[in-house]
């Protein structure tokens, strides 16, 4: 798990990085990076609970039965959803292609028994 720790911080540090380039919003780079560093660590323990999984659009999804803090979900989805766009500014293209692209990274780094939704919506366990 520490090493799909390490991958999944590199990765959203690189993501934020691009997003620090960008700026394309108001709202400081390095502010969402700290949140989204703040968050990892509760973000690695429920997707090794089970309680989360990683959609195909590069957000997380609470599973079927599972529940927990909605707010604390909907504020990193909202957080990859900027960095998404902005990265998608920079790049010309749109913030769901982007979303995708991140979801086939965090695909190859998660850990086994991670939630993972496949490109036809089905949730599958890695």
Same mark, same amino acid.
């Given at each position: 798990? *520490?090493? /799909? !720790?390490?991958? #999944?911080? /590199?990765? &959203?540090?690189? /993501? #934020?990085?691009?997003?620090?380039?960008?700026?394309?919003?108001?709202?400081?780079? !390095?502010?969402?990076?700290?949140?989204? $560093?703040?968050?990892?660590?509760? &973000?690695?323990?429920?997707?090794?609970?089970?309680?989360?999984?990683?959609?195909?659009?590069?957000?997380?999804?609470?599973?079927?039965?599972?529940?927990?803090?909605?707010?604390? #979900?909907?504020?990193?989805?909202?957080?990859? !959803? !900027? #960095? *998404?766009?902005?990265?998608?500014?920079? $790049?010309?293209?749109?913030?769901?292609?982007?979303?995708?692209?991140?979801?086939? $990274? &965090? *695909?190859?780094?998660?850990?086994?028994?991670?939630?993972?939704?496949?490109?036809?919506?089905?949730? *599958?366990?890695?």
């Amino acid at each position: 798990m *520490y090493d /799909f !720790k390490k991958s #999944v911080l /590199f990765t &959203i540090l690189l /993501f #934020v990085g691009c997003f620090l380039s960008a700026n394309a919003l108001a709202e400081s780079g !390095k502010e969402i990076k700290a949140r989204m $560093q703040a968050r990892l660590p509760e &973000i690695v323990r429920l997707l090794a609970a089970g309680t989360i999984g990683e959609g195909k659009d590069g957000l997380l999804y609470f599973m079927s039965g599972a529940s927990g803090n909605q707010v604390f #979900v909907q504020e990193e989805n909202d957080d990859r !959803k !900027k #960095v *998404y766009g902005a990265i998608a500014r920079q $790049q010309g293209t749109t913030p769901a292609l982007v979303g995708e692209r991140r979801a086939l $990274q &965090i *695909y190859d780094q998660a850990d086994p028994g991670t939630w993972l939704q496949d490109a036809n919506g089905k949730w *599958y366990k890695k």
